[in-house]
């Protein structure tokens, strides 16, 4: 079955720097969705990707699919605190089962 | 417009109690799915369903039953809880899924409790 690494687990980092998250995958993928969970909260709708090698920015957030759309990144320039969160990828495979990774739990000190 | 709404938000069970959790959207979706949220396991998926009357099995579904008599509704059964249920469930609601997956919108959340 599909299996979904999703890297670092946790990420410390001070206001301002550079964060980035991987997810990789055992198979190839249909498309790729990224979510953004507020501590306590659920997860949100970030984007998704279809094209290989495809890149989307949404404001200092960029979204990388891999040429053989197998892993995915997403970086955030010059973190805030409202960046705050953990960050998940959810990867599709064209089966019904939607598999999230692990998730990255991102923490901004002031 | 609701959209995905889960009930209770919180519960907290004893060992060998049964209960529902109950999920409901309003936007017409044919795909819903329950997650469990453990710390450092992410979202694990239950079950799924892609229209009313269909269910399947997700990753975990062991100690827990779905049905979906309805576009609408999805609920979750605990048969008979244990400890090990002890987590947070998420159900969510898609438009489409597999090749045309589309957003998933989830709801509030269910923190339950087993003791």
């Known amino acids: 079955g599909q299996q979904v690494m999703q890297i670092p687990q946790y990420q410390h980092v001070q206001e301002g720097e550079d964060f980035t998250t991987y997810c990789n995958s055992s198979?190839?993928?249909?498309?790729i969705q990224w979510y953004k969970q507020r501590p306590g909260g659920h997860p949100v709708f970030l984007i998704q990707?279809?094209?290989?090698?495809e890149v989307k920015k949404q404001k200092r957030l960029t979204f990388q699919f891999g040429e053989a759309k197998k892993n995915s990144s997403l970086h955030i320039t010059a973190t805030q605190t409202t960046d705050v969160g953990t960050y998940f990828c959810?990867?599709?495979?064209?089966?019904?089962?939607?598999?999230f990774g692990t998730g990255t739990q991102l923490k901004v000190e002031l | 417009n609701a959209g995905v709404t889960q009930t209770p938000k919180f519960q907290v069970l004893k060992t060998g109690q049964s209960m529902t959790l109950q999920c409901a959207q309003d936007m017409n979706h044919e795909y819903m799915s329950w997650y469990r949220q453990d710390p450092g396991m992410g979202l694990r998926l239950i079950h799924y369903s892609v229209g009313a009357g269909i269910t399947d099995q997700g990753e975990v579904p062991n100690g827990y039953n779905v049905s979906r008599s309805t576009t609408e509704d999805f609920p979750l059964r605990l048969l008979s809880a244990a400890p090990s249920q002890t987590s947070v469930y998420f159900c969510?609601?898609?438009?489409?899924w597999g090749i045309g997956v589309t957003e998933a919108f989830f709801g509030q959340g269910t923190r339950l409790t087993v003791v």
């Open positions: 198979t190839t993928l249909s498309n």
């Open positions: 990707l279809v094209k290989s090698g």
């Open positions: 969510a609601s898609s438009y489409g």
């Open positions: 959810l990867m599709t495979g064209g089966g019904n089962k939607l598999t």
